[in-house]
């Protein structure tokens, strides 16, 4: 069922799940509801979860997370289509020395929203062209789309943030809808934090547990400014004016 406050969708298994519909945009409106939903990873889901998403009429699974992480999914009992696309390259192997270079910066800011500036604007342009396959993925669906990582978070909210961004969303908006993030893996984050090995990697984990708002306005600002916007920098990926259209439209 879809909470109309907070837009939360409870799917048993997930806990991060939330409606890209229901956010005010700048012209007066507001996003359409039931087109595009948020999720950490639905592999987690249980069969009633699956129910739900079926129920909800998802047509298409667009699955952000690398071959490796995918592999640990217990097998799905689902005729939902899935469209995996690994944005942060194509393999974790291939991706250690940029998350060794990851984690250095984490330990270096005092300001985590600091750190995803400059992250998540590093996952778009090192990966243009696979963030530009993901949201074509989403175009070209046929109903409501499932958009989903690990837990929801980082890939997950980087594209839920270029779609809203198409949609007329606000950046405060952007961020505040990146900042429900947080709350919602509390419990997932806690157990985390209390296996860490060592005060270092606790520390490193608490900082990214936040979600602060002004994170995510921060990545789209720089976007626009470096591409011309969020049309631009798809263009660039590789997009054409029609599948960029019906991204603008799916929210609207």
């Keep these: 069922m879809i909470d109309q406050t907070s837009r939360t969708i409870t799917w048993d298994g997930c806990v991060n799940v939330r409606d890209l519909g229901g956010i005010p945009t700048e012209d007066g409106g507001e996003t359409q509801p039931g087109r595009v939903i948020r999720s950490d990873n639905v592999g987690a889901l249980t069969p009633e979860g699956w129910r739900s998403v079926a129920g909800h009429g998802v047509v298409r699974i667009v699955d952000l997370r690398w071959p490796e992480e995918i592999a640990d999914d217990p097998p799905r009992d689902s005729d939902i289509e899935v469209v995996n696309i690994s944005v942060l390259g194509p393999s974790m192997h291939e991706g250690r020395e940029f998350v060794r270079e990851l984690d250095a910066h984490v330990e270096q800011v005092d300001d985590i929203a600091?750190?995803?500036?400059?992250?998540?604007v590093e996952f778009l342009e090192r990966n243009q062209q696979a963030f530009g396959r993901a949201l074509a993925a989403i175009?070209?669906?046929?109903?409501p789309v499932v958009i989903h990582c690990m837990g929801g978070k980082d890939r997950t909210g980087i594209v839920s943030a270029l779609l809203l961004r198409l949609a007329g969303v606000s950046l405060d908006a952007i961020g505040l809808d990146y900042a429900l993030t947080a709350p919602n893996l509390a419990e997932r984050t806690a157990r985390w934090i209390a296996g860490a090995?060592?005060?270092r990697d606790r520390r490193r984990i608490e900082k990214l547990s936040?979600?602060?708002a002004s994170a995510m306005a921060r990545v789209i600002e720089?976007?626009?400014e470096r591409h011309g916007g969020v049309d631009g920098y798809l263009a660039e990926a590789g997009l054409d004016d029609a599948q960029i259209q019906r991204l603008r439209d799916l929210l609207r």
């Design 114 to 120: 600091d750190h995803y500036a400059w992250s998540y």
């Design 139 to 143: 175009a070209e669906a046929d109903g």
């Design 197 to 199: 090995p060592t005060d």
């Design 210 to 212: 936040e979600t602060p």
């Design 222 to 224: 720089a976007i626009e």
